[in-house]
């Protein structure tokens, strides 16, 4: 953090707790993002709660804006609650049927996952979350840490035991062609497809929905309808693109292709693997071309 920012949000660390008295606490945190992006932010605890929202500054760093205080204001009010019952997350009955999963890119969060408790997987690592708020268009939730799972008591495998069902339960799968899909993104009349078929695997918020690929039978029902195997592009952290491997597809251009668009079309915080991976009929996911496989 520059001495600049360490001022500007220094500055409006002190307006904000002005404003809101001493029933909340108003802290300055740097935040380590997916894929290693750092933000500033501040933390507003209110007296009696251990779980508090982050408002972060970096946006109005950027664009030169002296006081920000009401606009961080006018963000808290609209930032999910945490319901009551989540006043205690370390209390393992409040929350276990609500410990979710997702999937983030193994090496681009190495340092991040040494204090997560994740599953390898192929270039990728699966890790937990807790949604405390699910209401509206915004999703509130709480990263699982080591802290966090051994206050629960459980290990990696004692949470994606949990995590599986509840996260196929609260976060249901959304598959589409991508005519479909784009159709409901932009509205009739955006939705034409050409070319070799697609089909968009997401869940029904479009958040965090890549991990949709290791739902039970997800991919197995694709392969069927299609009749054939399956690759897998991972175009963000929020959806997958499959295409039917018909021995038309060039894997290392289909990689190109993926490397392209994370790098001019998505966010450097959405961005989930420059690989492509397939599926073949009744076995496993394997990447067919490793972007960002181990060398």
Known sequence: MSEAMKDFAEKARNDVQEALGDVYAVTVQEVTKNNGLKLTGLSIRKEGRNISPIIYLDGYFKAGKADVAEDVLSLLAETPKVPDGF???RDL????????????????????????????????AIVFFVPVDMEGENIASVAVNNELASAWGLDADGLWELAKGNTERLF????SSMADFMAGLLGTGHGAEAGVPMTIVTNERKWNGAGVILYSGVLERISEN?????F??????????????DGSSDEAALAEMVREINWTQVAEDEVLSDSVYRYSAGGDIEIAYGGDADE
């Open 172 to 175: 249901p799968e959304s598959v």
């Open 226 to 230: 299609i009749g054939k195997d399956l």
């Open 93 to 124: 009955e409040k929350v276990q049927d609500r410990i979710c999963f997702k999937l983030v890119n193994r090496k681009r969060n190495a340092d991040r996952l040494e204090g997560m408790p994740h599953k390898d997987f192929l270039d990728l």
């Open 232 to 245: 897998i592009l991972p175009s963000s952290v929020h959806e997958a693109i499959i295409i039917p491997d």
């Open 87 to 89: 006043s205690d997350i």
